[in-house]
Nanobody, 124 residues
Framework: QVQLVESGGGLVQAGSSLRLSCEASGRTARSYAMGWFRQASGKERDFVAGISGSGGSTMYAASVKGRFTISRDNAKNTVYLQVNSLKPEDTAVYYC?????????????????WGQGTQVTVSP
């Protein structure tokens, strides 16, 4: 079993930055590919960014590429999502997920473990 706890969300103005964190616990969590997803009110859960177990490979949704950066510190069992130049359309609950496999994927069905989410609200 892997437990994931997100933090770092909040209410910010457009153009601001936040750093979201996801702390993982449980056996072999540090070897799993990790992903960030987001779900706006009334919409489906969308892929945002993913990182391989080693941290050597990353993947981003087109809508966030160049503004968001995913990273991980395996010594701390923590994955980060640096979100810059926030826009009102970035408003959503952001979820961290662990895949249970070392390669990154964009399909949420490929992820076995999920956190409870952290709310990010961006005002105009």
């Amino acid at each position: 079993q892997v437990q994931l706890v997100e933090s770092g969300g909040g209410l910010v103005q457009a153009g601001s930055s936040l750093r979201l964190s996801c702390e993982a616990s449980g056996r072999t969590a540090r070897s799993y590919a990790m992903g960030w997803f987001r779900q706006a009110s009334g919409k489906e859960r969308d892929f945002v960014a993913g990182i391989s177990g080693s941290g050597g490979s990353t993947m981003y949704a087109a809508s966030v590429k160049g503004r968001f950066t995913i990273s991980r510190d395996n010594a701390k069992n923590t994955v980060y999502l640096q979100v810059n130049s926030l826009k009102p359309e970035d408003t959503a609950v952001y979820y961290c997920a662990a895949r249970g496999y070392i390669l990154v994927a964009a399909d949420p069905d490929q992820y076995a473990y999920w956190g409870q989410g952290t709310q990010v609200t961006v005002s105009p």
